[in-house]
């Protein structure tokens, strides 16, 4: 008996591993019937996903792929008056580009067509409705990275999965698609039509198989019923293998309590980094005119609050490198006009001669000159007397490059004879001579343009505008409702109804299923001779 399971077991594992293959009958090899690369502009066979069959790059917008007359007839003869079939391609598509794959369309009734949108990041799905309604369905999902994938888009009916990379990312039930196709309908591939859709990137393995799961001769794994000898093997060598690294981070975790009991008497100080210098908790310092202090790991700081300088007779207040508030400094006279300490004043006499004084110890002192000015390039018309120096400037003289006190979060700006600090956007100045300047908090002050359905987030210099839970983005400014039902993003199984509403969506069960919108309790009939209904559990996973 046991011999007998034993080969029975067998004999159903191998007949499941033959049972990939596809009667030829319903498979449509899309590079063969075209017998693409001969004749194609824009069309070259390149390296591909593997090296099983051939691949094209399509590239440019001036190619033409479309099938002869004779071969389309004999494809869609294969199609015609199916509602099962199987999408397959194996691309890489170029970033951002937006591009149809394949296209069934007679004059402007596209019977199927699969489209790759970069720019929106979606996927496509062309066809008509048995009601000769146009209808597209939309799957969110971006192919147009510059990588690899296998896509597989079954239909069996009103049943429709999409999977990418042999994982299934969208089940829906839509229309039931009419493919009771024209006998002049034409078929494209790469591109829409000759002047529309044109696909660029790499494809491979382009086939349409008229049979609702022919994800599976792409993913076999996805139809496993029994592992094979070399994947029981495996799986016992995996275990094995977990079981070595499970008794290493076992030993491990056990040298760790060992640590961790030895640093319990110990104190851990969280520290603060800054420009370069690490303080400890609770340590503070002045940065620019800011006073910040370290607290629990984390920088904290206040804005300095200058009070008015009562300074003595001699002094005035000014602002001194490296202080946020000004000081009292020295001054000295000079016609009529108080000088600060390193000041300089240049005078000149009726023949163009330049005395250069300098502001020390209250008193102005002459300034010997040691170099000759520089020669300049400019016109007599364009240079500039300055009153700081004897040398001339040319009109449009880079003074911010000789150096400046613009310190935080302010630009320095040339002017004709000097220059100045001035905020940057999203600041304001903490001083009269913008210097220093703080942020400016737009959504504390109501300074934003944040709308309905946002919340206002301040950055360094400006804000964002996040959308609430279940909002979806129109604009910087502005979000909408996010209708999960349409979009395919909600959590209900397929035997149930999908209702949105605001924030979110719910799920109530369809007739003859009981649950929870996730989780269902099927009804079915009594089978003959029993009185008591049969139920069996589903569960969404």
């Known amino acids: 008996m046991g011999l007998k399971l034993f080969l029975v077991l067998g004999l159903f594992c191998v007949t499941s591993v033959l049972g990939f293959g596809v009667d030829p009958a319903l498979r449509i090899n899309v590079f063969d019937e075209l017998t693409l690369g001969e004749g194609f502009d824009g069309v070259t066979q390149v390296q591909g996903f593997h090296s099983e069959s051939r691949a094209f790059h399509f590239q ?7 099938a002869p007359e004779d071969v389309s007839v004999r494809m869609l003869q294969k199609l015609r008056g199916r509602t099962e079939f199987t999408v397959l391609v194996t691309l890489k598509q170029e970033h951002l580009n937006s591009g149809v794959i394949l296209s069934i369309h007679h004059s402007e009734q596209r019977f199927l067509e699969l489209e790759s949108s970069g720019q929106r990041s979606e996927v496509r799905l062309h066809y008509r409705t048995k009601g000769q309604q146009a209808h597209t369905e939309v799957f969110p999902y971006s192919l147009a990275d510059g990588q690899w994938h296998k896509v597989s888009v079954a239909v069996s009916a009103s049943h429709i999965i999409l999977h990418v990379d042999c994982n299934r990312i969208y089940e829906r039930v839509v229309e039931i698609p009419f493919m009771d196709i024209p006998d002049d309908a034409t078929f494209w591939l790469g591109q829409r039509n000759s002047a529309h859709g044109f696909f660029k990137g790499v494809m491979q393995d382009v086939q349409i198989l008229v049979l609702p799961q022919g994800f599976i001769s792409q993913c076999p794994d996805l139809n496993r019923t029994c592992p094979t000898c070399n994947d029981f093997h495996g799986l016992v060598q995996k ?5 070595d690294i499970l008794a290493k981070t076992s030993s491990k975790l056990s040298r760790a309590e060992e640590k961790m009991n030895g640093l319990d008497g110990c104190y851990c100080e969280r520290t603060c980094s800054v420009k370069g210098v690490v303080y400890r908790e609770d340590e503070s310092w002045t940065d620019g005119c800011r006073n910040c202090t370290c607290t629990n790991g984390t920088v904290q700081c206040e804005t300095i609050s200058c009070p008015s300088p009562q300074c003595p007779a001699g002094t005035t207040p000014a602002y001194v490198k490296g202080a946020c508030c000004m000081e009292c400094q020295l001054v000295c006279l000079f016609k009529k006009e108080e000088l600060v300490e390193g000041a300089q004043k240049a005078v000149r ?14 008193a102005m002192h002459r300034v010997v000159m040691t170099t000759p000015c520089p020669e300049l390039n400019c016109p007599e018309s364009e240079q500039v007397n300055l009153t700081d120096r004897c040398c001339k400037v040319c009109r449009g003289h880079d003074f911010c490059a000789e150096g400046h006190g613009c310190v935080e979060h302010s630009d320095c700006i040339n002017l004709e004879a000097g220059a100045r600090c001035s905020c940057k956007d999203g600041f304001r100045p903490l001083r009269d001579d913008n210097a220093y300047c703080e942020d400016i908090d737009e959504c504390a002050e109501g300074k934003h343009y944040c709308r309905e359905n946002t919340v206002c987030v301040n950055t360094p210099g400006s804000f964002m505008c996040i959308c609430h839970r279940g909002y979806i983005r129109i604009d910087d400014y502005s979000c909408t409702e996010h209708d999960e039902c349409v979009s395919g993003l909600h959590s209900c199984d397929q035997n149930a109804l999908c209702f949105n509403k605001v924030g979110g969506h719910s799920c109530s069960c369809k007739p003859g299923y009981t649950g929870n919108g996730t989780v269902f309790l099927s009804i079915e009939q009594p089978e003959l001779g029993s009185s008591e209904p049969m139920m069996s559990w589903r569960m969404l996973v």
Do not use: A, F
């Open 239 to 243: 275990i094995m293998e977990l079981q």
């Open 349 to 362: 006499d009726n023949s163009g001669r330049c005395q250069l004084s300098e502001c020390r110890e209250t």
């Open 60 to 66: 440019g917008s001036s190619r033409e792929v479309k």
